[in-house]
């Protein structure tokens, strides 16, 4: 599928209740527990995506289900980027990036003057890592409750 443009995608909160939402997140820490040392699995999964102060979104394309992600609220105007994942036959399209500017739009919309996100250091979180500092993120100090080491690093932006 060709690269599409970031109005090609509806993007809207989602209650965490439809079958290929959920299968998308199952599928989502099935590769970070396959990819990550254990005690390394910082994704959430549906429960605690629907805890108070996280905003789950959906991006769809004609219905089809092609990115999720959330904004969890940190306090002191922070908030942090959870549950990025792109669909397989979305993957290299756009939708990761459209999902990646909404929570951003979204973040600064509700006063928020700053965004992080926890990684991991494999392979597979090359591609997402050229999308964060595509559009601001940098590394930076540990916070929250992770650790910086030889495998976790963090990015923030300055909104």
Request: net charge negative; aromatic share 6%; charged share 25%.
């Amino acid at each position: 599928m060709a690269r599409l443009p970031r109005e090609a995608f509806a993007i809207t909160p989602d209650p965490l209740e439809a079958p290929d939402v959920l299968a998308l997140l199952e599928r989502h820490l099935a590769e970070m527990h396959r990819c990550s040392p254990a005690c390394k699995v910082h994704a959430l999964d549906a429960t605690r995506l629907k805890e108070p102060g996280v905003t789950f979104f959906a991006a769809r394309r004609d219905g089809e289900l092609a990115a999720v992600g959330a904004l969890k609220r940190l306090g002191d105007r922070q908030g942090e980027i959870k549950s990025m994942r792109a669909a397989d036959a979305y993957r290299g399209t756009g939708a990761g990036e459209a999902i990646l500017l909404h929570l951003i739009d979204t973040a600064r919309a509700q006063g928020l003057t700053w965004l992080g996100l926890e990684t991991g250091q494999h392979e597979v979180f090359e591609p997402a890592h050229r999308l964060y500092a595509k559009h601001g993120f940098a590394p930076c100090e540990a916070y929250a409750d992770y650790v910086i080491d030889d495998f976790s690093i963090c990015m923030g932006l300055s909104l």
